[in-house]
């Protein structure tokens, strides 16, 4: 499976900005997909994430309530739109991908992501 993110950049505390993971070679037609994000000095935490199986989309604590996410099946893409940013948010956000994946996604462990993009930096101005 193959992750490219995009759309990371500066923004000003309380803007928007949204990510975009596009997704190619799975296998199977049931798979996961995740954002995460890990800024320095602090653990990888999971955004959200959605799994093919059910559809249900999942969101961490992380950026509860702050993030929305959006799913294209045909293009196979994953968005995730990101509101009222603060400096606390800026990180590499990854897109992460689980082939062959038939259950909800909240209960696939962080760990167990096979795939994962580049990654791409956000960084929050105050």
């Known amino acids: 499976v193959q992750l490219v993110e995009s759309g990371g950049g500066l923004v000003q505390t309380g803007g928007s900005l949204r990510l975009s993971c596009a997704a190619s070679?799975?296998?199977?037609?049931?798979?996961?997909v995740a954002w995460f994000r890990q800024a320095p000095g602090r653990e990888r935490e999971r955004v959200a994430c959605?799994?093919?199986?059910?559809?249900?989309?999942d969101y961490g604590d992380a950026m509860r309530g702050r993030v929305k996410l959006f799913t294209d099946s045909a293009k196979k893409t994953i968005d995730l739109q990101m509101y009222d940013l603060s400096p606390e948010d800026t990180a590499i956000y990854y897109c992460?991908?689980?082939?062959?994946?038939?259950?909800?996604?909240?209960?696939?462990?962080?760990?167990?992501?096979?795939?994962w993009g580049q990654g791409t930096q956000v960084t929050v101005s105050s």
């Open positions: 070679g799975f296998i199977e037609d049931e798979y996961a």
């Open positions: 992460a991908a689980l082939d062959d994946w038939g259950f909800s996604c909240y209960r696939l462990p962080d760990n167990d992501y096979d795939d």
């Open positions: 959605v799994g093919t199986s059910d559809g249900r989309i």
